[in-house]
């Protein structure tokens, strides 16, 4: 059973400094890793999408790898600033024929101006 | 870019009442989700479908049905509202390897 863990819960960061979040699953047949932002009471926006056969996606200050072998992925985010202060979760897309996502809990964090 | 519409942002029903939820999408994706989310609890599937007049059942489906009459609507119906069924339900398509276009999310309260 493939599931997805996100660990810290919460992060407080400065603003201005480089982070990463981390995000591991227990299962490495997967088929894909989402990157998801989400602001308090909204939607999720798609922030970053791996195939399994990618080693890394980037996205303006947004830098998401993959490695299936040790179950893990980090979503590192260059120079933070207050407006990514968000909750971000990491899903991961199984190889079978449900087409499930596994989701994992997030990380809320806070940028400190 | 993919839309994902979600009728309404915040509703409040009366325990016992029937409740649409309605989702729309502009690129004629295949497939549709429908999300609850609760604090400590995270996202879970619902129900999902792979195509017009196709459903299959998430993780928790009791006291849920849906609807898919066209590709780009997938309604989710509450047969009878119950307090416990207060949440944030969240929509979602995709198509074939791309990844999941969500919608902003229709927060109900049950009363």
């Known amino acids: 059973k493939q599931e997805v863990t996100q660990i810290p819960a919460a992060l407080s960061v400065p603003e201005g400094e480089n982070l990463v979040l981390n995000c591991s699953f227990t299962?490495?047949?997967?088929?894909?890793l989402q990157w998801f932002r989400q602001d308090p009471g909204k939607g999720l926006t798609s922030l970053l999408l791996?195939?399994?056969?990618?080693r890394e996606q980037t996205s303006g200050r947004l830098n998401a790898s993959l490695d299936k072998s040790s179950g893990r992925s980090t979503l590192y985010i260059a120079a933070s600033q207050p407006g990514d202060s968000a909750t971000y979760l990491c899903a991961v897309r199984r190889v079978n024929r449900d087409d499930k996502i596994i989701f994992g809990k997030g990380t809320r964090l806070h940028i400190l101006p | 870019d993919v839309k994902v519409t979600q009728s309404s942002r915040y509703l409040v029903k009366r325990t016992g009442e029937k409740v649409f939820l309605e989702c729309v999408q502009d690129m004629d994706h295949e497939n549709m989700f429908w999300y609850r989310q609760d604090p400590g609890l995270g996202l879970r599937l619902i129900y999902f479908s792979y195509d017009v007049k196709m459903k299959e059942k998430g993780d928790i489906p009791e006291g849920y049905s849906v609807s898919r009459e066209k590709k780009e609507r997938f309604s989710l119906i509450l047969e009878s509202a119950s307090t416990n069924q207060t949440s944030m339900y969240l929509c979602?398509?995709?198509?074939?390897?791309?990844?999941?276009?969500f919608g902003s999310g229709t927060r109900l309260t049950v009363v």
């Open positions: 791996i195939q399994s056969s990618q």
């Open positions: 979602a398509s995709r198509t074939g390897g791309r990844g999941y276009t």
């Open positions: 299962d490495s047949a997967i088929y894909n």
